[in-house]
């Protein structure tokens, strides 16, 4: 039997009027004229798209065609459907795209990774050279403002005697050096331990940090690592960078909707391991200035070494792995640059007494929390 | 299988007798000489579509934020194959031919040639913000400007590309002419516009679509760009309501700012506050200024969509091929009607949804305090996965934020495309006719096109739609 149908020759934008056969192995198109068309069901394959809509069908003599032939019966289109199952095929993968996509994609990432790991990360710190030093320190306060706000840290601890403490040690460990900016430390009410330092000149060491330190040592050494961001200018290298990269990262998301958080989840993944090396510079600044004091590196071994027993070497990533060196590293580092028995503690007993209860004129902090510098 | 298949062909062997084939023209393809020819968009089967297009937006959506976006290029072939297809000139469907790796390749060949300039722009912008603009976000202005060569740039090429990758009768779409050129025209009449202060901006549009229209191909027939008599003139005249309203708020505000000395109080303000906190006063001035600048915006907006109803009615109007030319007549309803029904939705969807994502956020987020053993005085409002130790309760309070963010992601996706563009597209074809459309039947296939890159540098900088 034949069905109604109406046929584009891929030639002309004329529709002809033609009536159909479905054979069992192909499918004849009749003209006025007589047959038109003879199409082999091993490549007639239904158009992408259509036949979405019950009782129509539009089916190609193959995908490189452009002759095209819509059936408007559900009768005919049954009737195809079952004398070619195989008419809904989808169009097989284009293995030379394929090869060329993945060709395109690997040279799209290289080219992102070399701009975000590379290009950027050494241009970063020239950038942040030229930033005048008043804008930096506006800067270090708004990120004050900010983690203050989300709570990573509170009040700054203002005991008179433990104040003095402090300033002696920051005093002792920048001694005769030429700081690129005025440094500026607090002791701060804090929920974890931990030691940052902010972009302007800015050094907070979080209160349970002080209660975990068992020697002055310990903290000068820690104190020495933050002081050495800040002098190598890493906090404000840091935020350039990473603010820079998120912007070319972003172009990896398109126009997919929300590639800005898309862009921001992945900064922050990427983010870690930039600092790795950053850590080192500081470490080694720290073990300089201990030396420059007079002052045994051997506390901050103890420290890291408690620590890894305590926490194992870090998480996997987005942890304290990722972004610095490991525990057992940083020992080995400080044990090999001690300096000996000729050094003196870097504060007296009641120094160290008056730096560690430098919170308690307030209610006292507990104690625990991650472990990050 | 066979046996259903077999009964369901006998029974509709009794309907459709073997001698009963007439030529048929089904009911969706009217009669050829009634003069004109309809465009219409899924008009008698809007559910089916709608249930198409969710879940092309819901699976893609899904498949998207799990795959780094990169599912993307394959739901926009799915949306547009669907769009296309739905779309039909005098019954016929129109067809999209483009596959996503081909997007795929064109957005990463776009990635490559412009990573190391995203990567200057971007540095330089960081240094401008931090150096010297940290109270105003400088990228809302400086950033379009970075980027401003290139759009026009990609615009050209996304149309290009659709256009090569549409058929219609079996008959290719096509386009020629250079993205650079065209990159040229749009700097210049940009600058026109400006100098202008905006009031050139419909012949901006039109001299734009020309080089465009000029440049597009039916086949081997080439589209024509002829405005109907005084279509400028009656263009600038529904401009003129959008932006004297514009023109008339701004000067409005700004006297009443300016002669109440409300303005020299408030800057005198910000210097003091500036002098106090030792900041930058012109950022101050710069955002309220933006602030305010907002009012005249808001209150032309929706005359400027009544505008745009125009401009596109006047844009298709233009268009010829050999004698088929396009008529569209559209109402301000058209445009409003979209954006009306996607802030309606929005809203009345919005607080509920965020309500939900909130609560499944929050239990992610208690599990990690349970993984880690901490209580919730270390939450202050907002979620902070640094404030985790163990890559467990990290992955928890990740997987909560992506969670969240990718929900309110899907939300956007599906007001986007369900509610604004199902209706606009609707509603357009609706006002659409073409006239001898027949003599389309002159029409050959142009030989084939080469090979072509797609519309990348869209897809990368973010110049989406459809």
């Known amino acids: 039997m034949r069905w109604a149908g109406v046929y584009f020759d891929g030639e002309t934008a ?55 032939l819509q059936l408007e019966q559900s009768g005919a289109v049954k009737a195809l459907r079952s004398a070619h199952p195989k008419v809904d095929k989808r169009p097989p993968a284009n293995k030379s795209a394929i ?35 008043e804008r930096e320190i506006e800067l270090g306060e708004k990120v004050e403002e900010l983690i203050a706000r989300v709570g990573l840290i509170s009040d700054v601890c203002t005991d008179a ?93 398109g126009d997919f909707m929300g590639a800005g958080v898309m862009a921001g989840f992945a900064e922050q993944f990427m983010n870690a391991s930039h600092t790795r090396e950053a850590e080192r510079e500081a470490d080694a600044f ?59 503690p870097i504060l007296t007993d009641t120094e160290w007494k008056a730096l560690r209860n430098i919170c308690d004129s307030s209610e006292s902090l507990k104690d625990g929390g991650e472990t990050e510098d | 299988m066979t046996d259903a298949y077999l009964t369901e062909l006998s029974m509709s062997e009794q309907i459709v007798p073997s001698d009963a084939y007439k030529p048929r023209r089904s009911h969706k393809r009217p009669p050829p000489d009634t003069g004109f020819a309809r465009v219409l968009f899924a008009e008698d089967r809007q559910r089916d579509v709608a249930d198409g297009l969710q879940g092309i937006i819901l699976k893609g959506g899904i498949l998207s934020l799990l795959t780094l976006t990169i599912y993307r290029f394959w739901m926009k072939t799915a949306q547009r194959r669907l769009i296309w297809r739905e779309t039909r000139l005098d019954g016929d469907g129109f067809e999209y031919t483009g596959t996503p790796l081909e997007l795929l390749i064109g957005s990463m060949i776009a990635i490559v040639i412009l990573a190391v300039w995203f990567g200057i722009a971007n540095l330089g912008l960081t240094y401008v913000q931090l150096a010297a603009w940290q109270n105003f976000d400088v990228s809302i202005f400086l950033f379009p400007i970075i980027i401003s060569p290139l759009v026009a740039f990609a615009i050209f090429r996304a149309r290009r590309y659709k256009m090569l990758r549409t058929k219609w009768r079996g008959i290719r779409f096509g386009m020629d002419g250079s993205a650079v050129k065209y990159a040229g025209h749009w700097f210049l009449w940009t600058i026109v516009q400006i100098l202008s202060l905006g009031f050139l901006t419909p012949h901006k549009r039109m001299a734009l679509e020309r080089v465009m229209t000029n440049h597009m191909l039916y086949g081997d027939a080439r589209f024509q760009f002829e405005p109907p008599e005084g279509a400028l003139r009656h263009l600038t005249a529904h401009w003129m309501l959008p932006w004297l309203t514009g023109v008339i708020v701004t000067g409005i505000v700004a006297y009443v700012a300016y002669s109440s000395g409300g303005l ?93 994502l909130g609560v499944v956020m929050f239990m992610a987020f208690s599990t990690a305090l349970m993984i880690d053993g901490k209580d919730l005085s270390i939450f202050s409002g907002n979620v902070q996965p ?18 969240f963010y990718g929900g309110m992601i899907l939300f956007s996706l599906w007001l986007a495309a369900l509610i604004h563009f199902r209706r606009l597209h609707t509603y357009i074809c609706r006002g659409t006719v073409v006239h001898n459309l027949a003599s389309l039947n002159q029409v050959r296939q142009r030989v084939r096109d080469d090979q072509l890159e797609s519309e990348g540098f869209a897809d990368a900088l973010d110049i989406g739609g459809f």
């Open chain 1, 14 to 68: 004329r529709p002809h009027n033609v009536e159909v056969e479905i054979g069992t192995g192909a499918l004849g198109i009749f003209g006025r004229s007589g047959l038109i068309a003879h199409w082999g069901y091993d490549t007639l394959r239904r158009v992408p798209g259509t036949g979405r809509e019950a009782g129509m069908i539009e089916v190609t003599p193959s995908f490189q065609s452009d002759e095209r």
């Open chain 1, 99 to 133: 090869a060329r996509a993945l060709g395109w994609t690997g040279a799209a990432i290289g080219a992102m990774a070399f701009i975000v790991f590379v290009a950027i990360p050494a241009l970063a710190p020239q950038i942040a050279a030229i930033i005048p030093q």
């Open chain 1, 161 to 253: 005697e433990g104040r003095a403490a402090l300033d002696t040690m920051t005093a002792k460990l920048t001694d005769g050096l030429d700081l690129r900016i005025p440094i500026k430390v607090d002791v701060v009410k804090a929920p974890l331990i931990n030691a940052i330092a902010l972009p302007g000149g800015r050094v907070f060491i979080f209160a349970p940090l002080l209660k975990q330190a068992d020697s002055a040592d310990e903290v000068a050494g820690i104190l020495g690592h933050e002081i050495g961001h800040v002098h190598i200018s890493h906090p404000v290298a840091g935020m350039v960078r990473s603010s820079a990269s998120a912007g070319v990262i972003g172009l990896f998301f």
């Open chain 1, 286 to 344: 720290a073990v300089e200035r201990m030396a420059a004091a007079n002052a045994a590196t051997k506390g901050m071994a103890d420290f890291f070494g408690r620590m890894r027993e305590k926490h194992g070497e870090g998480g996997l990533f987005g942890g304290y792995m990722a972004s610095h060196p490991s525990f057992s590293e940083r020992e080995a580092m400080l044990i090999a640059a001690s300096i000996g028995d000729e050094a003196e």
């Open chain 2, 264 to 356: 020299t109080n408030i800057f005198a303000e910000f210097d003091t506050q500036a002098e106090q906190t030792d900041t930058d006063a012109t950022a101050l001035k710069l955002n309220f200024i933006l602030g305010i600048a907002l009012i005249p915006a808001l209150l032309s907006y929706p005359f400027y969509l009544r505008y745009k109803s125009r401009e596109i009615a006047t844009v298709l109007s233009s268009r010829r091929v050999l004698n088929a030319r396009c008529e569209s007549h559209l109402t301000w309803g058209v445009t409003f009607k979209p954006i009306a029904a996607y802030v309606g939705y929005w809203l009345l969807l919005v607080v509920p949804l965020m309500i939900a």
């Open chain 2, 386 to 403: 640094q404030l985790f130790d163990s890559l467990a309760a990290k992955i928890a309070v990740y997987s909560g934020l992506y969670f």
